[in-house]
């Protein structure tokens, strides 16, 4: 009642830029759930009641959105997602996890496919497989899959590269050119350009309408090595210098094994500074670190964990670590509680793990009430992980908006309908509460999501091919 306690004072000078009215409007707000009209202005919410006192908003530039009866959520914040390998998963080989040679037969038989190419390109090889290798031995390997062209492997913590003779001799090459004498990854790569990108960018434009089809307006990205996140992120610039954003995004910085924090915080400050200007449409908040306990596994150690853990917090970064083994999820909580014991209360924390398959390991470790607990997401696909522990569609659907906005720290921002709060919608032709089981509600298509009051998918006037026709490839350099 207290928004329309204050109508009186604004009514005359203040008129809404969109209102949307004519379906039942879910808000996710305790003190009014539903809701018959969204006055929205300057791309946040200005009010919301009933469509008779909301009118009083309506000007005559005011834009009348009818939701024809249909259903209108916040918008469907997805935490379980990896927009950023889905849009390169197609332009290289991801290697499954196999020893030294079934790594290599993975790429002899990609490389044997791709007589078009001028560049062999893979992904994910297990750092491990090198241990008692020379890197010689680890070249001469790769040559005799391939001379002609160059060979490029990027290691699954992105912090290694695995050429061949031919591709190393083209770095060096370039590095004389340019007068360089340390070759850094990020240079290597730039050297080699080892995409695709020809279809790179429809990849991109179609995992974003993927996430609008199923209501998410906001996406948070999983982990992925820094060169395919670096060049995602210019992506997302591009596309909101456009307009052409359909989701927001939401990524995060990789961290799988030891390694300096101090240099890798820098990074992700200088992620985050290049969103300042972008309206909360591309954000970059959060480190994502992976624990892995299993055995013969190598990944970051208790100690770099918990150092890892008080500087990013203390540079005001969110983290989010997934954790494989109850040992893993226990050093994990730890890790966090000591931050928080530092007196680091405003960073959102999330720990990702398989609840079942740790339970006994875990009897006597506690996550307390300021650590989220999620599924666990990395090198795992699918849109509805999130949601997998949900027992009702209105747990799934807290877990889809408010929940999901407290476990990213957006939670004064989004999640909920209320006032103040950025305008980001989702409209259903049907009731998801009504549909009986949350497969039915994995199933549910949007007929339109809105952000920032904008419409920025309607089913009903979908123009995806003409969106992909101004995203051609030479839209997107490579930076080093």
Not at 185 to 213: N, Q, W
Not at 279 to 301: C, M, Q, W, Y
Not at 389 to 418: H, K
Request: with cysteine; hydrophobic share 40%.
């Amino acid at each position: 009642m207290e928004d329309f306690m204050a109508f009186g004072f604004f009514r005359k000078t203040e008129t809404a830029d969109i209102i949307f009215m004519g379906g039942k409007i879910y808000t996710q707000n305790t003190d009014m759930p539903w809701t018959e009209a969204v006055a929205c202005k300057n791309g946040l919410i200005l009010a919301l009641g009933d469509y008779e006192d909301i009118k009083e908003l309506e000007g005559k530039h005011t834009k009348i959105v009818d939701l024809a009866g249909g259903f209108m959520l916040p918008g469907l914040i997805e935490t379980s997602g990896h927009p950023v390998l889905d849009t390169f998963k197609n332009s290289c080989l991801f290697l499954k996890k196999g020893t030294f040679d079934e790594t290599l037969s993975q790429i002899s038989e990609y490389a044997g496919a791709q007589t078009d190419s001028e560049i062999i390109f893979a992904y994910g090889y297990e750092e491990s497989i090198f241990e008692s290798l020379e890197q010689d031995k680890a070249s001469e390997a790769l040559d005799e899959i391939c001379q002609e062209k160059p060979v490029v492997v990027l290691g699954k913590s992105g912090l290694h590269c695995w050429l061949n003779t031919l591709a190393t001799e083209t770095v060096k090459a370039a590095a004389a050119e340019d007068e360089i004498t340390t070759i850094s990854l990020a240079y290597l790569l730039h050297v080699l350009e080892p995409f695709h990108s020809d279809i790179i960018p429809k990849e991109f434009t179609d995992g974003m309408l993927r996430y609008c089809k199923k209501g998410f307006t906001s996406v948070f990205d999983c982990g992925a090595p820094e060169y395919f996140t670096s060049i995602y992120q210019g992506f997302m610039v591009h596309a909101y210098q456009e307009n052409m954003v359909k989701n927001r995004f939401f990524g995060s910085l990789l961290v799988t094994r030891d390694i300096n924090p101090a240099p890798m915080i820098r990074k992700l400050s200088q992620y985050r500074t290049h969103c300042v200007e972008l309206n909360e449409h591309v954000n970059f908040s959060t480190l994502k670190l992976l624990v892995d306990r299993t055995p013969g596994a190598v990944s970051i150690t208790d100690s770099a964990l918990r150092e890892f853990c008080l500087l990013a917090a203390d540079n005001g970064f969110d983290i989010h670590i997934d954790a494989i083994g109850g040992q893993a999820v226990a050093e994990a909580v730890e890790a966090l509680q000591a931050s928080r014991s530092a007196g680091y209360k405003k960073s959102a924390f999330t720990v990702a793990h398989d609840k079942d398959a740790d339970n006994a390991a875990l009897e006597h470790t506690s996550l307390g009430t300021d650590i989220k607990e999620t599924p666990r997401t990395y090198e795992r696909e699918g849109a509805w992980i999130g949601i997998q522990r949900a027992a009702t569609i209105t747990e799934a659907l807290d877990l889809l908006t408010v929940d999901g906005a407290i476990q990213l720290g957006i939670i004064d921002s989004f999640g909920t309908i209320e006032k103040g709060k950025h305008a980001d919608f989702a409209v259903f032709d049907k009731d998801p509460f009504g549909l009986g089981s949350i497969e039915a509600l994995k199933e549910l298509q949007a007929v339109m999501t809105v952000i920032d009051g904008k419409v920025v998918y309607d089913a009903a006037e979908d123009n995806s091919n003409q969106w992909h026709l101004m995203l051609t490839p030479q839209d997107f350099e490579f930076d080093e």
